[in-house]
């Protein structure tokens, strides 16, 4: 678990994060997204026990990385967002090296270097020298490296910023298999739609604090924002708005051409009551093709977010 | 095994590397080792019967061994001490900018295990090199009959040297951001430390002169490596021999070797904090405060061992003991100083080092513990925040005009008690007991201390050394151009200049307060006014530079 209170960087005058305090509980996966200068990565660094914040606190697994930063580092597992490595070590002696200096012995080291090898998928190239891999090859071996030592918690820097789609859906897989069983992951990403895949609870970062944070279901009910019905038509049905209005839950939120044939609404209400809805539609008369409740995009609030005027979040 | 050595054999001693380097180091060391051994194997046997006879050439094995010894150790020391350096420096700075460093200060080992991975990892081929020269080594010390003991301290003064100047580079590249300046100035810093420094210890600072294996080598080998048959040293050799054969600490004799196992061990222990912090968390000063105080103490300590057999009796080792017996008529003086001057000439130098020198390491420290604006403003941050009323004083982020006091106090204390001494000396006549000869030298330096200080706190680096240069370098090489042009004409112009710089004015106010030195009689020129006007400028800067830091702070 990491608990990070009141967290506050200064680098010289400027202020790179500011009271910021977040949890990430054990088992989930928290992404912090923000534009570049946001303090993401000064907030990892931070957690890392790598950049020393002017002021707050930080507990990782019960301990304060600030006065323990010692005890913290043995849960933690950094992945810096570019991949530098040993550049004339064999793929097994970097992952070898780091098992050996978190202490780990004999057949233990050799299982768990295999072992974080086969999970990024690098044990067909475990006797390349590092520096004839790729870029996306290299931020395997940085993540292989990264959970060599069996960290509870991975802080992970813009972790799929050199990832082929491939790669990127294993190391989505990894991160959620290793959220299951129960460690606690950071990520920082530009990818959005890699944060809306991977992460269960988000926070939006802005120069330095924390806009908005928590599940997207929470973040919509915190910002009062509607859901939107998307209904498909095999052909245009000119009452449709007409009824539409009728339903209380309803309003029509884009289209008000009465020859389109799709049409979106607001909704206000749960999935049972979008169930109802489509029964009232379809008793109507209409011929209802699609009904797609859609989700919040964290492309949209990104955005909502981000063409709000600081201190109207 | 310690990860990070391992990772060193790893990264530069496969198989392909270690046939390679072992190739090189093999015809490197042959081709030198031979050369020297054949070179100094053959004895010119004069002819019996001059001019028709004929010369013969006999060889001798011992003194080829004995001739190549010398050559052999500096080839040895070009490879872990020149080569391994630079490698320390260079990749520790690497790993520092692309962020591998980073790895490591995250791993549990405890960074002591950290530093000697990087110290005994990252040269691990320059060791091998050295291990290529070793069979050379045995041949020579066998065939040479040197003596195996002799042979034993000089290595582990060498392998002490080795740690230090590796232990310095690694220092430097945690600390210098570029790799290859790290690399570089790694070089320059183990030459200006252990190559340029120890000259100083022929200006009787003799404590300097045993940062380096040079007195072992002169103290312990070079007696044994004159040639089968000769028993006397070559004029340069002997004077050597007999500076380094023992150490003058306070009333005490020391032998060299165990005084530099002493000093190196101390810069070492130094080092190995700097380190430290540093692997502990980039962002902190090498130095604390208290670690500061303390190094600056046992350098005064020091100073002041070394200096005490000069100020109580008026005896140096070195350069500086032999011009105090020259007859002075062999030594052309200016017209303005007296005949009868070397003493005071001799004093003069001593005490310019000692308050140059301690000036310098003043500057460092200054440099290094007192906050950069960053710092400070971190500090009063983190106060606005607690709700504390001030930083507490031993806390890196406070200001360092206590620090900067007390370093100043101490260097003054360890002056004040050298010239006591020197004016209760009844061998010493060349020292005035004025009490103006300690005030102004102490309150120049606590002006000058201060005004670093206030430098230091209210510029980043390029405010700070710019300052710097402007002030203490500047005045100098104006006072060049002013004598190239017309050096009687300019002289009490340049007198005025270079007494903006504590470089020349220190030595100027020494002079100045010297009763032995000046001719009061017939002064060339006003030697009293440019002190006035050098103590003037000097209380200035420090009124100005204290102002405007305080100004900025209460912003």
């Known amino acids: ?313 | 095994m310690n990860p990070l050595i391992q990772r060193g054999f790893r990264e530069r001693l496969r198989p392909k590397n270690l046939l390679a380097s072992g190739i090189f180091s093999l015809i490197v060391t042959t081709t030198l080792y031979l050369s020297c051994f054949f070179d100094g194997m053959q004895i010119v046997i004069p002819a019996q019967d001059p001019p028709s006879g004929v010369a013969e050439l006999a060889f001798n094995p011992v003194n080829g061994a004995r001739e190549a010894f010398t050559a052999l150790l500096i080839l040895q020391g070009f490879f872990v001490m020149f080569l391994g350096t630079g490698r320390v420096a260079s990749v520790t700075a690497e790993e520092k900018e692309s962020g591998l460093l980073d790895y490591q200060r995250m791993t549990p080992m405890p960074p002591l295990s950290k530093i000697f991975g990087y110290l005994f990892g990252l040269p691990a081929r320059e060791y091998f090199f050295f291990l290529v020269t070793l069979p050379f080594l045995f041949h020579c010390v066998i065939v040479g009959k040197l003596p195996f003991w002799n042979i034993l301290h000089l290595y582990a003064v060498f392998f002490c040297s080795v740690l230090l100047y590796h232990l310095t580079a690694h220092v430097i590249g945690l600390v210098v951001p570029k790799p290859r300046a790290a690399s570089w100035v790694a070089r320059l810093a183990v030459l200006g430390l252990y190559i340029f420094l120890p000259i100083l210890g022929q200006a009787g600072v003799s404590f300097l002169s045993f940062l380096t294996l040079l007195p072992t080598y002169f103290g312990k080998i070079l007696p044994h490596l004159l040639a089968e048959g000769t028993d006397k040293l070559g004029r340069f050799e002997g004077q050597a021999v007999q500076f380094w054969q023992e150490v003058p600490f306070f009333n005490l004799t020391l032998s060299p070797t165990t005084f530099t196992f002493v000093m190196q061990g101390l810069i070492i222990l130094s080092l190995f904090l700097a380190s430290y912090r540093k692997w502990r968390l980039d962002s902190l000063p090498a130095f604390s405060k208290p670690m500061g105080i303390i190094l600056f103490a046992t350098l005064q300590f020091l100073l002041l061992g070394s200096l005490w057999p000069f100020f109580t009796d008026g005896q140096a080792s070195g350069l500086l003991g032999r011009m105090i017996q020259l007859d002075p008529a062999q030594v052309g003086l200016p017209n303005q100083l007296k005949s009868d001057s070397h003493p005071a000439i001799a004093m003069v130098i001593v005490q310019s080092t000692f308050f140059l020198l301690s000036l310098a390491a003043i500057l460092i420290l200054i440099n290094i513990v007192c906050p950069n604006p960053h710092r400070r403003l971190k500090g009063l941050q983190r106060i606005q925040r607690i709700g504390l009323p001030s930083i507490p004083w031993l806390a890196d982020e406070a200001p360092g005009a206590l620090f900067a006091t007390l370093l100043a106090f101490l260097t003054i204390l360890t002056y004040t008690t050298l010239h006591l001494l020197a004016v209760s000396s009844e061998s010493i006549l060349s020292i005035s007991s004025s009490p103006s000869s300690i005030l102004f030298p102490a309150s120049f330096l606590l002006f000058c201390t201060l005004s670093l200080r206030a430098a230091r706190e209210q510029w980043f680096n390029l405010g700070f050394w710019g300052f710097l240069g402007l002030l203490w370098l500047t005045p100098i090489l104006a006072c060049l151009v002013l004598a190239i042009n017309d050096f009687l004409g300019n002289s009490q112009l340049m007198l005025y200049v270079s007494s903006l710089s504590p470089v020349t004015f220190i030595p100027q106010l020494l002079i100045h307060h010297s009763p032995h030195l000046i001719d009061e009689a017939n002064p060339l020129v006003d030697l009293s006014a440019s002190i006035q006007f050098g103590m003037a400028a000097s209380f200035v800067c420090f009124i100005l530079l204290t102002y405007n830091l305080w100004k900025s702070s209460s912003k």
């Open chain 1, 1 to 313: 678990m990491i608990e990070v209170k009141d967290l506050t960087i200064h680098y010289g005058s400027f202020a790179a994060v500011e009271q910021l305090s977040f949890n990430v509980n054990s088992g989930s996966v928290f992404g912090l997204i923000g534009p570049n200068g946001a303090g993401k990565t000064s907030v990892l660094k931070a957690i890392a026990t790598l950049l020393e914040p002017t002021f707050g606190e930080i507990i990782v697994q019960g301990q304060s990385v600030l006065h323990q930063p010692e005890q913290a580092r043995s849960f933690l597992g950094y992945m810096p967002d570019f991949p530098p490595v040993y550049e004339d070590l064999k793929v097994w002696e970097f992952c070898d090296l780091f098992a050996q200096a978190y202490g780990l012995r004999g057949e233990n080291r050799k299982i768990k270097v295999l072992e974080s090898l086969h999970a990024t998928g690098l044990n067909s190239q475990m006797d390349s020298l590092c520096k004839t891999l790729s870029r996306g090859m290299r931020q395997r071996a940085l993540l292989a490296k990264t959970l060599v030592h069996g960290p509870s918690v991975l802080l992970l820097d813009e972790p799929a910023a050199n990832l082929d789609p491939k790669s990127r859906i294993d190391l989505r897989n990894i991160i959620q298999s290793l959220a299951k069983e129960g460690k606690t992951v950071l990520l920082s990403s530009h990818i959005l739609s890699e944060i809306e895949d991977t992460c269960d609870t988000l926070g939006f970062m802005r120069n330095g604090k924390m806009v908005q944070s928590g599940t997207l279901e929470e973040i919509d009910q915190a910002r009062k924002r509607k859901k939107i019905i998307t209904i498909g038509l095999p052909s245009p049905f000119p009452n449709l708005q007409e009824i539409i209005s009728s339903i209380p839950c309803l309003s029509v939120f884009e289209t008000t051409d009465p020859m389109a044939k799709e049409i979106k609404v607001c909704f206000d209400g749960d999935e049972r009551e979008a169930a109802r809805v489509l029964n009232k539609l379809v008793q109507a008369g209409v011929p209802v093709s699609a009904f797609v409740m859609n989700k919040t995009r964290v492309e949209d609030l990104f955005l909502e977010l981000e063409s709000q005027p600081e201190g109207k979040e």
